[in-house]
């Protein structure tokens, strides 16, 4: 009998992929890339006993190795509102408001007290929905005398708990008095018992709103020190209504331990930048985050997808060779040897050499898919910039 030449078997080989198998239709993608594995030739007329000899041993479908297709991710950026910048996402964000009587002093035609509440609406607003808050309000009662100061310095107030719904905090912005004292360590104390551990820097931020310095006795630059070194890892950022000079370094003092900012606004309109200025710092790094886990993800699961079928591919080749090699051996050793031995060693090295090409196909395809996907997120990331 006539072997059949190994170069002339491309075609016959992808049609024997097909042998004893299903329907491999539901892969949409399968027919492009059997196109671009094929090596071209007509299909040799082998003969119907090596054909049915090699089939014995090729009753999986190849197909199956490339079933697994991979959903790309393209995240939801979002596009700019508006330097207090976040270094990492939040997580949790406490807004500390001074409750003390001089908060109830106007700056310009509102009282610190009014842009103070708009003030934390602004800063929650802007933050992904998953970020818990929380409101703490300090010194609001007692009231600003020297009779009235020890109640004011322990009033230490959670209004409205840590909570990934913003409704709470929204309603307990209108219980926030001005009445008392500044027992601004004292605030910070309590706002490092709500926050969790961590080890992540800068993903739990404390954001305190105050006209004035510590007037409770307490050492709140030593607490903001430990807030931000300690096991919460938190930031202290502070914002501070027409403080004076004197005053305004104090609080500077107190956002430096805490590892954060501190500015000074004296109007409204500077209140109303600088948040936007925070709202907009949030949502770049959202979009920076957003974008380097979907890359991140489409990455890992076009790997994940093509190991999977080189993984496949070698182990169906291994097994197949590995039984017919069997098989010819024990057929020789009884005296019975195939007479189209070559022929079938050349049809199953063929099928074996369009499976490799297939699955070359198949990198190309998710390669050239991920690679579309990483310049659509780029893009998109560009824009929103």
Known sequence: ??????????????????????????????????????????????????????????????????????????????????????????????????????????????????????????????????????????????????????????????????????????????????????????????????????????????????????????????VARRINGGRTRAIVNVIGFNLPSGEAAKLTAVARAGGGGFVNLSNETELERYTAQVRESIRQTDNEVATSIATTDNNVATSIAITDADTCTTILATDEDTAMTIDLTDRETAGHPVPFKAEAKALLKARHDAMRARLEAYRTRLTKAEAGAKRSIDSAADAAR
């Open 1 to 222: 009998m006539t072997a059949v030449p190994v170069r002339n078997l491309a075609a016959l080989a992808l049609a024997l992929t097909l042998i004893g198998c299903g329907d491999a239709s539901s892969d949409r993608h399968a027919a492009a890339d059997l196109d671009q594995a094929k090596a071209g030739g007509e299909a040799p007329g082998a003969s119907a006993e090596a054909r049915a000899y090699v089939a014995q041993f090729t009753k999986k479908d190849p197909e199956a190795c490339f079933k697994k297709d991979v959903t790309l991710k393209q995240p939801a950026l979002k596009g700019p509102a508006g330097q207090v910048t976040p270094r990492v996402p939040p997580t949790r964000v406490i807004v500390m408001i001074d409750g003390s009587g001089s908060m109830a002093g106007r700056m310009g035609g509102r009282t610190k007290l009014e842009l103070a509440r708009e003030a934390a609406l602004g800063f929650v607003e802007g933050l992904p929905a998953s970020v818990q808050t929380s409101l703490l309000v300090f010194g609001q009662q007692g009231n600003n005398s020297q009779a009235g100061k020890a109640k004011s310095c322990s009033a230490i107030d959670v209004l409205a708990p840590m909570s990934a719904d913003r409704g709470p905090l929204r309603a307990a912005l209108g219980q926030v008095r001005a009445v008392g004292w500044t027992p601004l360590a004292a605030g910070l104390d309590r706002a490092e018992a709500l926050l969790a551990a961590s080890t992540t820097p800068g993903e739990q931020i404390i954001y305190v709103v105050s006209d004035g310095e510590e007037t409770c006795d307490g050492d709140p630059v030593a």
